[in-house]
């Protein structure tokens, strides 16, 4: 089944001097993990805030859910949910309180049961009654991502989700990514953790100088470079894994 | 309807903020509550203003003192909004756009409504003794929230623009003062002829003439119209601007 839910066509995007896509094009299946890789201000946030109706390109077109991001910016954030590069949350709200207001806002049907099971998927349902600003940065983006999945949205744009988190919270939210993609939410992230690409994208595209220089499965892009060399060498524990070894089994602070 | 609906609910969520940090709404009304002090026990015996009790002539300034510093408020609250992309956030939620705005108009309607409320009860221990029926009450809270609302809508603007939460609350500090230069404190017919020109003609003496007029029963005349026309049109021109900054940037 192809089901093309994003599709992007020649976007191009300036900021007074700064030209920062020029002619940008691709297309996001249902279902699909899409990274979007690049280097500082190489435009990722700039795509995403198109995406997500919060910016308007200068030319091309970009549609999500078969919605025009500019002639039908209301029904496109009927199907999306946003979690930006900054967390965004209220901090003198609790966490239950954020997760309430955003699910009223979303018009769900279980205000504190949406609330309930995302605290406990997030690691929060010990710090759900107390003030976000009491939280640390890891807590509250977990909570920001958790807001973002209110009312399962179709299509979830994740900008830099783990950045700042540990290492057993990124492997939640990776494993939370998974399952959504399974249950066919489409996903757009971008990421600065190249192996956070490798182990969750479908699909990879690399944003360089304003257009996307390679965009393809892991194993296209691994077709691109050399045949690697094969060395035999001795498998030494990576420090995430030393690091998951010795904390493992405390999930949920 | 979706926007009262989306609106309710962020008014509800501003309202945790004030009752968690109910120092905003106390800072705003002490400045106030001094200022009558001052003017009560110290610089009123020596002024004259052929209503014998000073705290009645005065309560109108005080509470639009009030009100002028309490919407430096909202545009810090607005402030923090947009900077902590709390805006941004709501802004990519199928939710209606203007009810974020208007969340936080209710907002400032409300928390300046406490403040008022607060220095009124002050004034009555001071000794103010109103005259008005239920009616011109009425016609008070009316005309003080329609200037709170032409205020607040000013304060949008600094709030969507400012660049630091000093710079979002600042713009309040000539509305402050515009109470000091009318006849909130003493009679205009006592100023230099300059001075008093522009004492009658700015907004604060027709509200302040006919909000002391509707609380001491007397006849208000035509200057009601004008305290209402001014409201109404600076709510206008405000509401414009802030609209179009709000499109702008958003
Ligand atoms: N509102 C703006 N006004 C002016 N320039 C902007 C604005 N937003 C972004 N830019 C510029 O556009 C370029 C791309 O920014 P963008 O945030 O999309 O990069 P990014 O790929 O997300 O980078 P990072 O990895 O650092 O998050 C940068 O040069 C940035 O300075
Ligand atoms: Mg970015």
């Known amino acids: 089944m192809t089901d093309t839910v994003i599709d992007v066509e020649a976007l191009c995007k300036s900021f007074k001097t700064t030209k920062v896509l020029s002619g940008v094009d691709f297309q996001v299946q249902r279902g699909e993990i899409f990274a979007l890789l690049g280097s500082n201000g190489a435009g990722k946030t700039t795509t995403i805030k198109i995406l997500s109706t919060l910016l308007q390109p200068d030319s091309g077109s970009a549609s999500v859910c078969g919605f025009d991001v500019v002639r039908d910016p209301k029904k496109v954030r009927e199907c999306i949910s946003l979690t930006g590069q900054f967390t965004a949350v209220d901090g003198l709200l609790t966490g239950r309180e954020n997760l309430r207001m955003i699910a009223r806002l979303r018009g769900v049907m279980d205000v504190n049961r949406t609330a309930d099971t995302l605290l406990a998927r997030f690691g929060l349902t010990t710090a759900a009654n107390r003030r976000v600003n009491t939280y640390s940065g890891g807590m509250a983006r977990r909570l920001d991502i958790a807001m973002s999945l209110v009312g399962t949205p179709a299509v979830l744009f994740l900008d830099e989700p783990t950045t700042g988190l540990d290492p057993e919270a990124r492997l939640e939210v990776w494993q939370t990514v998974r399952d959504l993609a399974g249950g066919g939410t489409t996903i757009l992230l971008t990421t600065q953790h190249l192996e956070e690409a490798e182990q969750l994208a479908d699909k990879i595209a690399i944003l360089h100088g304003g257009q996307l220089i390679a965009e393809g499965t892991l194993s296209e892009l691994k077709k691109l470079f050399p045949p690697a060399k094969v060395e035999y060498i001795e498998k030494q524990p990576s420090l995430e894994e030393i690091f998951l070894a010795i904390v493992g089994g405390k999930v949920g602070k | ?250």
């Open chain 2, 1 to 250: 309807m979706k926007v009262i609906r989306d609106t309710g609910i962020l008014f509800t969520r501003s309202m945790y903020h004030i009752f968690r940090s109910p120092d905003t709404i106390l800072t705003v009304a002490i400045t106030p509550v001094a200022i009558m002090l001052l003017f009560v026990y110290v610089f009123g015996g020596a002024i004259q203003t052929g209503e014998g009790n000073y705290v009645n002539y005065l309560l109108p300034g005080i509470l639009l003192i009030a009100i002028a510093s309490g919407i430096s408020y909202t545009a810090v609250r607005l402030f923090s909004d947009v900077q902590t992309g709390f805006f941004q956030r709501m802004h990519s939620m199928p939710i209606a756009r203007s009810s974020v705005l208007w969340g936080h108009v209710l907002t400032s309607l409300f928390s300046n409504a406490l403040s008022v409320t607060l220095i009124v009860l002050v004034a009555f221990l001071m000794g103010f003794r109103p005259a008005a029926g239920v009616l011109q009450w009425l016609a008070v809270v009316g005309i003080l929230a329609l200037f709170t609302l032409a205020l607040t809508w000013v304060a949008v603007i600094p709030g969507l623009c400012a660049k630091t939460a000093e710079g979002a609350g600042v713009f309040s500090y000539p509305l402050i003062f515009l109470p000091f230069i009318s006849s909130a404190f003493v009679p205009t017919a006592s100023m230099p002829t300059a001075v008093r020109i522009f004492a009658e003609h700015q907004p604060v003496t027709s509200i302040v003439d006919t909000v002391r007029s509707l609380l001491l029963s007397q006849p208000v005349g035509n200057g009601i119209w004008v305290a209402l026309a001014w409201c109404l049109g600076i709510a206008a021109v405000a509401y414009f601007f802030a609209m179009r900054v709000y499109r702008r940037f958003f």
